[in-house]
């Protein structure tokens, strides 16, 4: 099927739900304005389609594949790739200091999420380059960023990351590849790393990696981790590329999704390395890159969700089956009262999920890091936890046809189900935001959260009566969404480690639903006030989601009351049988 990017909803978004005028008052993004911004993402949606869309089927049928030490791409990869990079969109919201375009990051977050809707395996590879670039930018020497940063930043070489390894996943205490000081400023690197995505490929002629990896003299555990930068091809004193350096894929995984995608195992045989940040403080330098990466994975969640939303109402208004409630015989099934309803469940919860992405970038334009933090886990896990939902809907809708692979229906299901697992999994993403964004400060930022979502209540009351435009039940349910927050923020703030884990994810979902009702709420005020075209659609969606979403915030409430105890009470032993 065809994908057109959502630019209407998108814009609605960025004008009315994010503090877009306060990003753009500042001094470093005094050349954007709203017509720039209009014509970027016009454009991204035109490349999106024409350029990265007809790549999606051949990279899910004919995957990667590894012949010697060597990867080649799926058909159409590489040349859609070398497209990408000629137009620019790599540097889009990198800093000019570095060769950037200086744009916002929340205008990334909406462009992003066309390129992951159009190929989310071919969208994983500029997502790893800009967040590797950035951890570079932050940590590594002055010779380093020289080297290779403006070559990142145009999307020339790309960038991966080395992180795992068969024993260190989610935890990376248990790290074992192992560097040796050369003594002449680079490191020996020796160990395997798995599931190295676009670990290898031929869509650019150099790739970065960082690695993590241990001194011989390092402390155990996490403390004892530094990171390393390792070119896949050194780069000669004139900027010319020298030789291959001693590092190759040893082996491709079989995944059930994201076929385009290669996932490599890397193995590292006395690599040369050069050391990024301080000896053993690697893991923190990787975090400026993971944080950017979460962020971008919550976007391909909504992204895919996008993307089976689409294909589902395109085969609703063609599919023929039964006579919906007031329709003559022949009608087709999105008049049914039921497909109807999954249509726009998807919608709403889509655009709210859209809509939190936007507000944790909006953050950190803002530079308030501190909410960027908070919403980041939230992000992460509600979008793509929505992605694999909505996939799932779309599946149903198209019914036995999306059961089976001709429609694309599955591949979208199939796709979207990697992005609650990787960059942190959804349950390390509640646990980040209750241990740490949430604990560790006393709640003063998700109070800080709580105060401005309240400021949303005041601002719909302001507007509801409007023209025709009635938002009592948008304020009903936002006032019963805050209160539940609030109660549910001061029973985690109060809660034994144990009790306050055990809830850690029906918490997050919460606060997205909250959340994410609050924000559709502003885009329509101030839509309203603004006069808007597209605004009395979006009081329809608000009206949904304040019914439908929202309401389903305080079912959790008893949940997170009880703590451990409904976790705990059943015996470990009788998980397997009564």
Avoid at 296 to 308: H, S, T
Avoid at 537 to 542: H, P
Wanted: net charge negative; hydrophobic share 40%.
């Amino acid at each position: 099927m065809t994908f057109q990017a959502p630019v209407n909803a998108m814009q609605f978004l960025l004008r009315h739900a994010v503090d877009m005028d306060q990003i753009l008052a500042q001094p470093k993004f005094e050349d954007t304005n709203d017509e720039l911004i209009g014509d970027v993402l016009n454009g991204a949606a035109v490349f999106a389609r024409d350029v990265v869309a007809p790549t999606n089927w051949d990279g899910d049928q004919t995957p990667a594949s590894l012949s010697g030490k060597d990867v080649t791409a799926s058909p159409g990869f590489k040349e859609a790739y070398a497209a990408f990079v000629e137009s620019g969109w790599q540097s889009l919201a990198m800093s000019p200091d570095i060769g950037g375009m200086g744009l916002p990051t929340v205008v990334s977050v909406a462009t992003n999420e066309m390129i992951y809707s159009a190929n989310m395996a071919l969208g994983l590879c500029p997502m790893l380059t800009s967040s590797a670039t950035k951890a570079i930018e932050a940590h590594a020497s002055e010779n380093l960023k020289e080297t290779y940063i403006p070559k990142m930043v145009s999307g020339e070489w790309t960038g991966a990351m080395c992180l795992t390894e068969p024993q260190a996943g989610s935890d990376l205490g248990p790290v074992r590849t192992k560097a040796v000081d050369n003594g002449d400023g680079t490191y020996s690197i020796t160990g395997q790393k798995i599931y190295i995505t676009w670990g290898d490929h031929d869509c650019a002629e150099n790739i970065i990696h960082l690695v993590l990896a241990r001194l011989p003299d390092s402390p155990d555990g996490s403390r004892g981790i530094s990171l390393f930068l390792c070119p896949k091809v050194f780069v000669n004193e004139d900027g010319s590329l020298g030789a291959r350096n001693d590092f190759y894929p040893i082996g491709l995984e079989h995944k059930l999704g994201i076929h385009g995608s290669p996932t490599c195992v890397m193995e590292f045989d006395g690599a040369k390395g050069w050391l990024v940040g301080e000896v053993n403080r690697g893991l923190a330098c990787m975090f400026t890159m993971m944080n950017e990466a979460r962020l971008f994975v919550g976007v391909q969640g909504v992204a895919i969700g996008e993307r089976a939303y689409q294909a589902a109402l395109q085969y609703s208004h063609d599919r023929v089956q039964g006579t919906p409630p007031g329709q003559e015989k022949g009608a087709a099934i999105v008049h049914h009262p039921d497909v109807r309803r999954m249509l726009i469940d998807m919608k709403a919860r889509l655009m709210g999920a859209r809509a939190i992405a936007m507000a944790t970038a909006s953050a950190d334009d803002l530079g308030n890091h501190a909410r960027a933090g908070l919403l980041t886990p939230i992000t992460k896990s509600y979008g793509s936890d929505l992605g694999v939902d909505a996939a799932s809907i779309g599946v149903q809708i198209h019914g036995g046809m999306g059961y089976v692979e001709e429609t694309g229906a599955a591949q979208h299901l199939r796709d979207s189900r990697i992005a609650p697992i990787y960059e942190g999994t959804n349950g390390i993403q509640a646990m980040d935001l209750v241990g740490r964004k949430l604990r560790r400060d006393g709640g003063e930022e998700m109070r800080a959260l709580i105060s401005d979502l309240k400021k949303i209540k005041s601002l719909a009351e302001e507007t509801s009566g409007q023209g025709e435009t009635d938002l009592t039940v948008c304020i009903r349910a936002l006032g019963t969404g805050l209160e539940t927050l609030t109660t549910a923020t001061d029973i985690l703030l109060n809660a034994k480690d144990e009790d306050a884990l055990s809830v850690a994810s029906p918490y997050l979902n919460l606060c997205a639903q909250v959340l994410s009702g609050a924000l559709l709420i502003k885009a329509v005020a101030n839509g309203i006030k603004a006069n808007d075209a597209h605004a009395a659609s979006m009081v329809s969606l608000a009206r949904y989601h304040a019914l439908s979403v929202m309401p389903r915030a305080a079912s959790q409430l008893d949940f997170i009351r009880a703590g451990a105890d409904p976790v705990f009470d059943f015996p470990l032993a009788q998980l397997a049988d009564l």
